[in-house]
């Protein structure tokens, strides 16, 4: 029976990578916005950036060390951290429960937007549904066997996690609840083994701890500002309300998928399915509902606001404690028929995300013209002043296509804001020059700070770029851009081009 799930597990996740990978890399002609961010981070290998920490920067910078311009790699890593969690999922179910119901576990996962569309953009969220499935399991191997292994897994994994995005506290904080909640679990803090995890832990964290002392502490300050609202009672009960629905609009679907299992012959539920041990469905509501709750609890005491993002590694568990809720009798011929609705699933979501790209009637980042605006803009860079483009001043968007699909690969400087690129050397930029730039026709424009803090900016020029596929005639990107000549080459740009 175990080979039998496995050889249809791998089946399955070798279809979902290989979808998923593919699909993007070709109906896209650039990168979503968070790819497109994690490559100006991992232009410079921080230990930590304005928004999140470095792992989601580090990580996109190996990718496109491997890959280049194309982006497919960028789409692969996100796949697998997808196929990651998958492989926990499915160990644990195996584990807990048997091999097919570790299967069923899941198969049902994919109905989830948060393992198949939504998984495309590489980016913190993302990151979070590998590194937290990893601590999960490894946490889960704390419990049973107290080793050196997996201590040190289990610190590791939740550092990486906290690294990606502070939002994994909210796991770390139930992993602490139930180790002093369980009396034997409580009985190895005496020993030498949880110390270990600790320890790699705090290895992990320290260097990004230090780098906030050093950086303005901003991006937690950058957290601060994300959850904020203005301040009134009901926003106590309306956020963490919104966001448990959100959440359970998001799970209907698994919940649907399980549903087939009902279909076909008598009984349609196991009572022989063994029960779970006490420690194990323990550990399953502990830390299957206990970020969830937490999560829900922090807005209801501090009406503070919730994106239906974060909600992306909540799940990990959910399909587990589904299955023991339910107790559905599982046959071959009924995993055969689910794994059948599943891949069809599957191919309605590859077509849907492929008809939403093509066919789109508003404006999408995959249909946005980045190459072209990262060669025309780095051609007349070159053509005018005869040497490689190094700096790009503007907002992530426009900044971030230039840094990415320009030869020259110029360093960002977000936003003209020192404090969220702090990798920018100023003398540097008057010395060799830069491109700044911004979106004319998404409302920005050039601060006026700016203009006298570079009084060589050359005057404003606009230009305007046709989206791909324009099938609805879209009007055109209109961007304005201005050119800060290297410092020898203070002279009019005309003259330059004659030298």
Known sequence: MAQKSDRL???????????WTVIPALVRFNLPLDAIEGTIWGHQLEWGYDKNPYLNGWLTALATYLDGQSGWMIYLFS??????????????????LSPIYGLISVLIMEGIQYYNIHSIDFNDNNLELSLWALCIYFFYQVTKISSYRAWILTGLFAALGLMAKYYTLVLIVPMAILLFRNSSYRKTLLTLPP???????????????????THHYITI???????????????????????????????????????????????????SLSPLTSSDKQFLYYIGFGPFLLTLALSLLLGITLR??????????????????????????KCYRLMAC????????????????????????ANFPGDQLAKIVTDKWRHTYHTPLSYVAGSRWLSGNIQFYSKDQPSVFIEWDIKRAPWINLHDLQKKGGVFIWEISANEKLPDEIRKKFPNLTQIETMELNWYRNTYHLPPTKIGIAFLPPREKMILPTQATKE
């Open 221 to 271: 300050t950058y957290v601060f500002q994300r959850a904020d609202s203005p301040p009134r009672i009901s926003n106590h009960f309306f956020f963490p309300a919104q966001f448990a629905i959100q959440q359970a609009q998001v799970f209907i679907p698994a919940v649907l998928l399980l549903g087939f299992l009902f279909i076909g012959k008598k009984p349609f539920l196991n009572k």
């Open 308 to 333: 239906a993002g974060w909600g992306m590694p909540l799940f990990t568990l959910w399909s587990i404690i589904l299955i023991t809720w339910v107790r559905p009798n599982v046959t071959w011929a």
């Open 195 to 213: 110390y270990s995890g600790l320890l790699t832990f705090l290895a992990v964290i320290m260097p990004h701890l230090y780098w906030l002392t």
């Open 79 to 96: 796949q697998l951290s997808v196929i990651i969690a998958f492989s926990v999922i499915y160990q644990l179910g195996k584990t807990m």
């Open 9 to 19: 597990f791998i089946i399955f996740i070798l279809f979902h990578l290989i979808g």
């Open 342 to 365: 599943v891949i069809v699933l599957m191919g309605i979501c590859f077509y849907a995300y492929r008809i939403s790209i093509i066919d789109s009637p508003d404006p999408s980042s």
